[in-house]
């Protein structure tokens, strides 16, 4: 049984856009958006896939493009505005798809909108996503976990100032959103029991075109971002697991056998983009 029904006027269908990586778009987000009548798009992930769309493989999508993207700190739609666009939108008979960044349901206030659907009684279903909390560590070469060197991972949101997270270094943590909070997040994970020399790696722009990754401590690492100007999107990822990634080679003694050479590094995201 799917879910996924072709969709019917009148309904919002919440698509999961991925890290903004064509190919990490699912084929179920792809035909939503080539049959929708209107398309709500965030702006991380969800433009750059109508971008590349309409570039890279010459389609036209008929629909409707609202840009309700937001920036840190500049939200020209709120989030009552979009669910107020959807829900309008659908009871006019159009097929909507709200486009999203990463997963709908990770981080992205996909709940929040399912809701005010229902509420109106409105049709609303989800296409699920790839989330930038596993795929933007992945094309750094980071594994969120590794046999003998981390067994859980949690993911936080980075927009609000961090609470205390239990676990060592073996229990992974990935902020989101994280940027602007970068000072109080590292303190608050090296006194929650994995100290200042805990590894830390910040990718930013994962998928795009200013991929950049920096290797630093829980203890320096804030430093390392500041001197070298790390900016929005980026992921932050703390445990021992971010010494396997080809960019921390020479940066830590391994939590395992060395795996990392120059090579590697230089390969890193083709691994993922091009499996």
Not at 40 to 54: C, H, P, T, W
Not at 144 to 151: D, K, N, Q, S
Request: hydrophobic share 40%; glycine share 14%; aromatic share 2%.
């Amino acid at each position: 049984m799917t879910l996924f029904l072709p969709q019917q006027p009148g309904t919002v269908l919440l698509v999961g856009a991925g890290p903004g990586d064509l190919g990490l778009l699912t084929v179920t987000g792809l035909r939503a958006l080539e049959r929708a009548d209107v398309i709500v798009a965030d702006r991380l992930g969800a433009r750059s896939v109508i971008d590349q769309l309409e570039t890279e493989r010459g389609a036209h999508l008929d629909a409707q493009l609202i840009d309700v993207g937001k920036q840190p700190g500049h939200h020209p739609v709120p989030q009552s505005g979009i669910n107020d666009i959807l829900i309008t939108q659908a009871k006019l008979g159009r097929r909507v798809v709200r486009l999203k960044g990463g997963d709908p349901f990770v981080l992205g206030r996909g709940g929040e909108e399912v809701i005010a659907c229902r509420a109106a009684g409105v049709d609303v279903r989800v296409v699920p996503g790839v989330t930038s909390a596993n795929s933007v560590p992945a094309v750094a070469g980071i594994p969120l976990t590794h046999r003998g060197v981390a067994t859980a991972y949690t993911v936080v949101t980075g927009h609000d100032q961090l609470e205390e997270i239990g676990g060592g270094r073996d229990h992974t943590v990935v902020v989101l959103m994280g940027v602007g909070t970068l000072i109080h997040s590292a303190g608050v994970l090296a006194r929650s029991g994995r100290g200042d020399d805990c590894p830390v790696a910040i990718v930013e722009d994962g998928f795009g075109e200013n991929q950049r990754v920096t290797v630093g401590t829980l203890g320096d690492i804030a430093f390392r971002a500041a001197r070298r100007g790390v900016r929005s999107p980026a992921v932050i990822v703390a445990g021992d697991v971010v010494t396997l990634s080809p960019y921390a080679d020479g940066a830590f003694t391994s939590a395992t056998e060395p795996v990392a050479t120059e090579t590697a590094a230089a390969h890193a995201s083709d691994l993922v983009r091009n499996p």
